[in-house]
């Protein structure tokens, strides 16, 4: 699934795009997904981590070790 935040686990939500008439047409609500490379102290090397606008902000607070240690816990390969 491209559209996967690895950290929140936002995904797209489904919904309706409903026109001038009122007909209905499905549409989807794609997460703000962002590609960042972080650099990784404990194992030397830098992470391609593929994050939500607001799993980049939760990265900055805890910090990339944690985020990295939560996406592992979610069974996550990084």
């Known amino acids: ?3 996967h935040c690895m950290l929140t686990g936002a995904q797209p939500g489904f919904g ?3 026109s001038h008439s009122h ?3 499905s549409r989807r609500f794609d997460p703000n ?3 960042k490379r972080y650099w990784l102290p ?3 090397r830098y992470v391609r981590l593929k ?3 607001r799993a ?3 990265v900055d607070t805890i910090g990339v070790e944690a985020a990295v240690a939560r996406i592992r816990a ?3 390969r990084v």
């Open 74 to 76: 979610r069974g996550v």
């Open 16 to 18: 309706n795009r409903i």
């Open 33 to 35: 997904i962002q590609t």
């Open 1 to 3: 699934m491209s559209a």
């Open 23 to 25: 007909r209905r047409t």
């Open 51 to 53: 994050l939500s606008a």
């Open 42 to 44: 404990s194992e030397g």
């Open 56 to 58: 980049v902000k939760t």
